[in-house]
């Protein structure tokens, strides 16, 4: 059901780009200038999704030796799941983020 939310939000975004280039620029040339604008804020957000969301939140890689814990339970549950260990970052907020926290 995401994906259906994702790519409905995407389709509806492309055809607002196309019909306001339409609209502005005019005529046909318009629309292909929004279809071209559509296609790369979709392929950037396809590409660039987890950079964005990390730099928006300030979020700083950290190592094994900062978060030993919590790179074990990462760790595990990569391990569980069937999939490679992804990158851990921690954002800087008042909010848990499990430096502290047992793998058991």
Do not use: E, H
């Not at 620029?25 to 590409?47: E, K």
């Amino acid at each position: 059901m995401n994906q259906f939310k994702t790519v409905a939000l995407l389709g509806l975004l492309s055809a607002l780009l196309i019909t306001i280039g339409y609209w502005l620029i005019g005529g046909w040339t318009g629309a292909f200038i929004g279809i071209a604008l559509a296609a790369v804020t979709n392929l950037g957000s396809w590409y660039f999704s987890d950079r964005i969301a990390l730099a928006a939140y300030g979020a700083q890689p950290i190592s094994y030796q900062q978060a030993p814990n919590l790179y074990q339970m990462v760790q595990k549950l990569c391990d569980r799941a069937g999939l490679p260990m992804p990158g851990v970052y921690i954002v800087p907020s008042p909010a848990a983020n499990l430096m502290n926290a047992r793998v058991t």
